[in-house]
Every structure is written in C-alpha cells, then in structure tokens.
C-alpha cells in the first residue's frame, strides 16, 4: 500500500506565493507519476501538474504555466508544487496523486490540503 501525506496549504493573499509538498510511503514502483490536482468548491478535480518519475519535462495545465513549478525528488519520494502570484481563483482543496505506470497501474491520493487565496 502506498501512502501520501501532503503539507503546506494555507491562507495567502493575492499575489503571495505557498510551496506544497506530498511524501509518498509505502510499496512504491519505480515507474510512477506524482502530481498535483484541485478541486474548487462546485467543480470537477482537475490536473495542475504532474511529473514522471524520469522525465525532466513536466504537464501543466494550460492556464497556470508561468505561475506553478512542480518538481521531485526521487530519492525522498517527495514532490512539490511552487505556486507564485497566486489569485482568489486558485482557492481549493489540493490533492496529491501518485499513479502508476505499469501494471497493476494503480492510483493513489493523499486527503488534500486547503489553499484560500484572499483578495
């Protein structure tokens, strides 16, 4: 079983920046993705970036290239999410994903962590 523990969510204001991390535990395969999804009040979850295992070339979503950085570190399982010029709109609950890419290709998800950007 795998395990995500995510951290540093909060309050901010408009403009401000918050890093968040996901430490991943437990029977790990080398091949995997980790990223970050999020989940407004009323809305579907949608990607905010995610990055594999071995590539240098992270996904974003269209609109947050620029302003989000996701990054890894293998050795600690452990990713990030360097959110910058952060605005009211990117309020929501922000889930750590870990999916694998072979079989079983199994899904994991942290809980969530709160980000409220204020105005």
């Known amino acids: 079983q795998v395990q995500l523990v995510e951290s540093g969510g909060g309050l901010v204001q408009a403009g401000g920046s918050l890093r968040l991390s996901c430490a991943a535990s437990?029977?790990?395969?080398?091949?995997?993705?980790m990223g970050w999804y999020r989940q407004a009040p009323g809305k579907q979850r949608e990607l905010v970036a995610r990055?594999?295992?071995?590539?240098?070339?992270?996904k974003y979503a269209d609109s947050l290239k620029g302003r989000f950085t996701i990054s890894r570190d293998n050795a600690e399982n452990t990713v990030y999410l360097q959110m910058n010029a952060l605005k009211p709109e990117d309020t929501a609950v922000y889930y750590c994903?870990?999916?694998?890419?072979?079989?079983?290709?199994?899904?994991?998800w942290g809980r969530g962590t709160q980000v409220t950007v204020s105005s």
């Open positions: 994903n870990l999916a694998l890419t072979t079989w079983p290709y199994n899904d994991y």
């Open positions: 437990g029977n790990i395969a080398s091949s995997n993705t």
């Open positions: 990055i594999h295992r071995g590539e240098s070339s992270p």
